[in-house]
T-cell receptor, first 108, second 113 residues
Framework: SQQGEEDPQALSIQEGENATMNCSYKTSINNLQWYRQNSGRGLVHLILIRSNEREKHSGRLRVTLDTSKKSSSLLITASRAADTASYFCATAYNDMRFGAGTRLTVKP | GAGVSQSPSNKVTEKGKDVELRCDPISGHTALYWYRQSLGQGLEFLIYFQGNSAPDKSGLPSDRFSAERTGGSVSTLTIQRTQQEDSAVYLC???????????FGQGTRLTVV
């Protein structure tokens, strides 16, 4: 079973624009992680935010976490065509569960 | 090894046959996960191993699915009497523990014909 829901399911933007993806989840968490997947195969870890953190940055990525609303957002600034991929949030508690993902397309 | 290794990369099998999928995690990682991903869909949790604890099998879709992890390292996911709906990419991941980032293999694409 899946833990969370990503919103939107698909997002199409122009290069240079910012992309925001949202994740909602249902249960308690130790941390929330974001992953990227190209071409439907292995996922790559992007960033981890702990349940006692509210915001985290890594390069062009900014993640926020609101545990009272059980939601997180991933912002990619100044997007590039190479950012085209599917993005998934995952919640870690007893195990690790993923959402359905957001398909991001960045047009050159 | 340098990363998580899964074999085979692709497997085509006839309906009703049994298949075994293998995952070699990163050395020293105590946590190991199996997921299933159908085309264009999210990751469906199957099973989770943590050290020597009893595995969390709550995601296995039926009793045709089983998995084991020998010596706290290599894991095998077995699907008995495969059905067409079992066709998907099966992904394995490992991590130092359940609270740290996970490293994924490239997956096994299973096609049941």
């Amino acid at each position: 079973s899946q833990q969370g829901e990503e919103d939107p399911q698909a997002l199409s933007i122009q290069e240079g624009e910012n992309a925001t993806m949202n994740c909602s989840y249902k249960t308690s968490i130790n941390n929330l992680q974001w992953y990227r997947q190209n071409s439907g195969r292995g996922l790559v870890h992007l960033i981890l935010i702990r349940s006692n953190e509210r915001e985290k940055h890594s390069g062009r990525l900014r993640v926020t976490l609101d545990t009272s609303k059980k939601s997180s957002s991933l912002l990619i600034t100044a997007s590039r065509a190479a950012d085209t991929a599917s993005y998934f949030c995952a919640t870690a508690y007893n195990d690790m569960r993923f959402g359905a993902g957001t398909r991001l397309t960045v047009k050159p | 090894g340098a990363g998580v290794s899964q074999s085979p990369s692709n497997k085509v099998t006839e309906k009703g046959k049994d298949v075994e999928l293998r995952c070699d995690p990163i050395s020293g990682h105590t946590a190991l996960y199996w997921y299933r991903q159908s085309l264009g869909q999210g990751l469906e949790f199957l099973i989770y191993f943590q050290g020597n604890s009893a595995p969390d099998k709550s995601g296995l879709p039926s009793d045709r699915f089983s998995a084991e992890r020998t010596g706290g390292s290599v894991s095998t996911l077995t699907i008995q009497r495969t059905q067409q709906e079992d066709s998907a990419v099966y992904l394995c991941a490992s991590s130092v523990d359940r609270y740290t980032e996970a490293f994924f293999g490239q997956g096994t694409r299973l096609t049941v014909v």
